[in-house]
């Protein structure tokens, strides 16, 4: 190649560089788009049709359309609940989202920490593994919900029992799954570890703990939906306020327009929250290959 | 005292108590002299490299010792370093924190491991490499990598377990003359498992040939050509076809042991 082509290539490549570029970055977001669009079509279709009765299924459409009436269902503090509330700015809807984003967090932080504790403890400690391990794997196929009376009992009203609940949701499916991280550590690694002169203190530190993070976190974000299933509960029941609260108050009070719009809110969160959890483990367990966190 | 690796009637099955018990190695009795080069040749599944396992330490052998510089190995240690046919460098760090993690273990001072890691990436060629990462590497950096790891605890012996069979042909000639630069200038012995009669022609002061399953030891060569040898001088020519038909009739066996079970 001549360098006269060689430049003119080289230029070329950089003009369709930027517009390529663009189109890369916009790419994930039109996908989502219009991955939302097939569904809305669908349902506006329908409504359209008359298939769908705009009381019992209104479209986004409708129950997008007068927000202001929607928002002041919204209250924050949960003190003037149901029908009687008269909340009404976006703050007070953000709000809400914020106490139940508030909740599944410390639940599921809570979640993480104590089951790579006790996970670790039960391959760590002989016994101590022998005593709990059959508790875990019998108390782990309870569901949440069955939990729920339990979480009253002990935590009452508030934020206590929905939080309890997230953790619950979570705790014994990371345990179980810490458990089979752990066992699948590469033998090599710890071959290696030992011949290097680590205590067993100081394999599980510098190479079991480092090498299980990763797949861990993906359980716990695989597990997040779970945890945002059981703070819906936990608030519809026991709390009081939240987004849970709303759409069991949406129910009662036969408002399928609030349900629909409430069910987006929570779709909305979730979704924003698997992001922010593929993003702090991007950063921060970095040495899982960027092919390795999912797609999107 | 005698110096070295002694390894005296060594058998090991696995799985000894079970339904159904595989003999690995029977009745083995290897010296390897200070310094001196082995190459354990035999057809795959033949031990060899349970044999390794256990002078690292980290098997037992069922019966039989195995004493380095007259002392029982009984756990792994530094000085009888292993390495692996995949790297298995820890992808959660550099490549020099790979190389000094041995090091910090043993809690040398950073600046210490810092001087130690610059010192063997120059030993091993990978200068410039520290801070990259195990996934950034080619296979043959990987493994230059993870004999930087070993060299770094000093070992009196490196156990190499078929280090070089993930990699190509070119690659490979060259990870042996550097592994022969490396072995000269460290005094270390080394105790290297392989399948490739040019692979062990081509580094080994003693060549010692494995049967087929459980493994013992069916002729042992000893090659007093220097190094770097040419492999198609007569003499080198002549020795691999008697590895070649010593290898042949014991791969042949295995492979009956294969057709019947």
């Known amino acids: 190649m001549s360098d006269e082509t060689l430049g003119a290539s080289l230029a070329q490549s950089k003009q369709g560089g930027l517009v390529t570029r663009v189109l890369k970055r916009l790419e994930p977001t039109l996908w989502v788009l ?11 279709f329908a409504w359209w049709r008359g298939w769908a009765n705009p009381l019992l299924l209104p479209p986004p459409h409708i129950f997008l359309a007068n927000l202001p009436d929607q928002f002041r269902f919204f209250d924050p ?20 989202i914020a106490w139940s984003s508030l909740r599944v967090t410390v639940g599921l932080a809570l979640g ?19 005593l709990v391990l059959p508790l875990v794997t019998m108390l782990a196929p309870i569901s949440p919900v069955a939990w729920l009376p339990v979480a009253v009992f002990i935590f009452g009203i508030g934020n206590p029992p929905a939080i309890f609940l997230v953790f619950i949701a979570i705790f014994f499916i990371m345990t179980l799954a810490t458990l089979s991280q752990i066992d699948n550590v590469p033998v090599h690694y710890i071959q290696l570890a030992r011949i290097m002169g680590c205590s067993k203190r100081q394999i599980y530190r510098h190479v079991i703990l480092p090498s299980i993070l990763p797949e861990l976190f993906v359980t716990l974000r695989m597990n997040l939906f779970a945890a945002w299933m059981a703070v819906l509960i936990a608030e519809a029941v026991g709390v009081g306020s939240g987004l849970g609260q709303v759409t069991m108050m949406a129910r009662n009070t036969f408002n399928a327009s609030l349900v629909f719009f409430t069910m987006t809110l929570i779709g909305l969160t979730g979704f924003a929250f698997d992001q922010i959890l593929r993003h702090i483990q991007r950063k921060v367990l970095w040495w899982v290959g960027p092919s390795n966190v999912g797609g999107l | 005292m005698t110096l070295g690796l002694k390894i005296t009637n060594v058998s090991k099955t696995w799985n000894p108590d079970g339904a159904d018990p595989v003999p690995a190695v029977r009745n083995l009795t290897l010296d390897v002299a200070l310094g001196e080069f082995v190459v354990l040749l035999g057809p795959s599944g033949c031990g060899k490299s349970s044999l390794l396992y256990i002078v690292a330490g980290l098997e037992d052998a069922t019966e039989g010792s195995v004493t380095f510089d007259g002392l029982e190995v009984t756990e792994p240690s530094p000085e009888r370093s292993l390495i692996f046919q995949e790297a298995s460098l820890y992808p959660w760090l550099t490549v020099q924190d790979n190389i000094t993690f041995g090091l910090k273990i043993a809690g040398q001072s950073p600046k210490k491991q810092e001087e130690a890691a610059e010192r063997l990436l120059r030993l091993v060629g990978l200068v410039g490499a520290g801070e990259r990462r195990p996934h950034e590497l080619s ?12 060299l770094a605890m000093e070992p009196k012996v490196l156990l190499m377990d078929e280090p070089f069979a993930a990699l190509d042909i070119q690659t490979r000639a060259r990870m042996q003359g550097h592994l022969l630069n490396i072995w ?7 105790l290297l498992v392989t399948h490739s009669i040019d692979e062990a022609l081509a580094l080994a002061d003693r060549v010692v040939v494995f049967t087929a399953r459980p493994g013992q030891i069916k002729a042992e060569i000893a090659i ?27 791969v042949e066996k295995s492979f009956k042991e294969q057709e019947l079970t």
């Open chain 1, 34 to 44: 219009a991955s939302i669009s097939i569904f809305v079509g669908f349902w506006e």
């Open chain 1, 77 to 96: 503090g949960g003190t003037r609940a149901g029908a009687l509330a008269t909340g009404g700015s976006i703050f007070s809807v953000l709000g809400v």
């Open chain 1, 112 to 130: 993480f920490v104590l089951s790579l504790a006790i996970g670790i403890g039960i391959r760590y400690f002989r016994v101590f593994g022998k």
């Open chain 2, 139 to 150: 296979g043959g950096m990987r493994q230059r990598a993870a004999l930087a790891r070993a």
């Open chain 2, 184 to 190: 000269e200038s460290s005094k270390a012995s080394v």
């Open chain 2, 224 to 250: 007093t050509a220097p190094r770097p040898r040419d492999m198609r001088s007569p003499e080198m020519i002549d020795l691999a076809r008697q590895c070649e038909a010593l290898l042949g009739e014991e």
